[in-house]
């Protein structure tokens, strides 16, 4: 079942710097490509998303990059921020349900 | 709105017996996923339902597991017997409408086998 695959598993980052995660998925169906943000003790959260017909959505201090050839995509988080510090899981859909990524934790340092 | 509601968000119990983990969706809401969360697996996806017919069970590790959707507002995932192996955290979420929409994610339940 693991079709998405995300990187890396853990990432510690600087306040100010920027976060980037990585995914990469296999079925060439997929066609929904969401960020999920999940907090300890909750459940995951959406973040942003995408469709294959762009190759870039921005909001906020939140960036998704879309390589459809490479079938891969990635999280860029701009001026991370203690606040920010949680596991972030990628996922994808191809009109079924939500497959998701191990999740990476994301450790933003003060 | 509530959001998904899930209960208990505890629950610790012996090795062989039977557990029952419950799921209120968002009013309006029509798919119903129920997910696992571990360390070593991620987020897994066990089944999921549409208009309380379940869609896709192959997620489902094995026949101790079980879920229903009884109405449109409701779903349980029960174990039975229960070993050690199945301890994580289990979530229920839910969409409106069909592909490509937001999943609403309850807070989890922690189940503990020992």
């Known amino acids: 079942q693991q079709q998405v695959k995300q990187s890396p598993q853990s990432l510690i980052v600087q306040k100010g710097g920027i976060s980037i995660i990585n995914c990469a998925y296999e079925?060439?169906?997929?066609?929904?490509f969401p960020w999920y943000q999940q907090f300890p003790g909750k459940g995951p959260a959406l973040l942003i998303a995408?469709?294959?017909?762009?190759s870039e959505k921005k909001e906020g201090r939140f960036t998704i990059s879309f390589n459809k050839s490479a079938k891969q995509f990635s999280l860029h988080i701009m001026d991370s921020q203690p606040g920010d510090s949680a596991t972030y899981f990628c996922?994808?859909?191809?009109?079924?349900?939500?497959?998701f990524g191990k999740g990476t934790t994301l450790s933003v340092s003060s | 709105d509530a959001g998904v509601i899930q209960s208990p968000r505890h629950e610790v119990t012996e090795m062989g017996q039977e557990v029952t983990l419950r799921c209120k969706l968002i009013?309006?809401?029509?798919?119903l996923f129920w997910y696992r969360q571990t360390m070593m697996r991620g987020l897994e996806l066990l089944i999921y339902?549409?208009?309380?017919?379940?869609?896709?069970d192959s997620g489902m590790p094995e026949d101790r597991f079980s879920a229903k959707m009884p109405n449109a507002s409701f779903s349980t995932l029960k174990i039975q017997p229960s070993e050690p192996r199945d301890s994580a955290v289990y979530f229920c979420?839910?969409?409106?409408?069909?592909?490509?929409?937001?999943?609403?994610f309850g807070q989890g339940t922690r189940l503990t086998v020992v």
């Open positions: 996922a994808a859909e191809a009109g079924t349900a939500l497959i």
């Open positions: 339902f549409n208009n309380n017919v379940p869609i896709d």
């Open positions: 009013s309006g809401h029509n798919s």
């Open positions: 979420a839910s969409t409106k409408g069909s592909q490509g929409t937001e999943a609403f």
């Open positions: 995408i469709r294959p017909d762009v």
């Open positions: 079925n060439t169906a997929f066609d929904y």
